[in-house]
T-cell receptor, first 109, second 112 residues
Framework: GQSLEQPSEVTAVEGAIVQINCTYQ??????LSWYQQHDGGAPTFLSY????GLEETGRFSSFLSRSDSYGYLLLQELQMKDSASYFC??????????FGKGTTLSVSS | DVKVTQSSRYLVKRTGEKVFLECVQD?????MFWYRQDPGLGLRLIYF???????EKGDIPEGYSVSREKKERFSLILESASTNQTSMYLC???????????FGDGTRLSIL
């Protein structure tokens, strides 16, 4: 079957660095994406990795290793507003994405 | 900015009713998607469409149908609502398979 595994919860303090891992098992692979969803809000796109390596966007970075079927989202200089759910998603073929179950990040002061 | 608008934020219906959830996007996107989101289960794809009048089943299509008569509008239909369809429903669109999906704010549907 097709599956994406990510931790259900992560906690951290303001200013810290946190890494959210995602391992996937899919029939095909055309890239790993990350989405952020605040409580009661719509998921919003954060980053995409189509090739191995690190992609950096401000305080957020995302990494992919296709040989290990593994990626992560790295959040630096954490702020309270980063408290949200984070979803990894894989495009296995065609148009649709397969989403992980999400990681709830709680940032405390 | 892309805007994906879902017709209702909250909806309460009764079992056995036929329920329509409407979604409109304003960016001429080819692809549109319907997901349901339940605690601990993430986003699960119900149906998607890559063109007008075209539709593809997602992971959990049972009990649902869709309609895409115009490019900007994608409707999700619960043929005969049941309590296990109580959920948050999210609509999304994208310009192509390689582009990010843009989501609406969701419809929280309760079936009593």
């Amino acid at each position: 079957g097709q599956s994406l595994e990510q931790p259900s919860e992560v906690t951290a303090v303001e200013g810290a660095i946190v890494q959210i891992n995602c391992t996937y098992q899919t029939s095909g692979f055309y890239g790993l994406s990350w989405y952020q969803q605040h409580d009661g809000g719509a998921p919003t796109f954060l980053s995409y990795n189509g090739l191995d390596g690190l992609e950096e966007t401000g305080r957020f970075s995302s990494f992919l290793s296709r040989s290990d079927s593994y990626g992560y989202l790295l959040l630096q200089e954490l702020q309270m507003k980063d408290s949200a759910s984070y979803f990894c998603a894989v495009r296995d073929a065609g148009t649709a994405l397969i989403f992980g179950k999400g990681t709830t990040l709680s940032v405390s002061s | 900015d892309v805007k994906v608008t879902q017709s209702s934020r909250y909806l309460v219906k009764r079992t056995g009713e036929k329920v329509f959830l409407e979604c409109v996007q304003d960016m001429d996107h080819e692809n549109m998607f319907w997901y349901r989101q339940d605690p601990g289960l993430g986003l699960r794809l119900i149906y998607f469409s890559y063109d007008v009048k075209m539709k593809e089943k997602g992971d959990i299509p049972e009990g649902y149908s869709v309609s895409r008569e115009k490019k900007e509008r994608f409707s999700l239909i619960l043929e005969s609502a049941s309590t296990n369809q109580t959920s948050m429903y999210l609509c999304a669109s994208s310009s192509s398979a390689l582009q990010p999906q843009h989501f609406g704010d969701g419809t929280r549907l309760s079936i009593l």
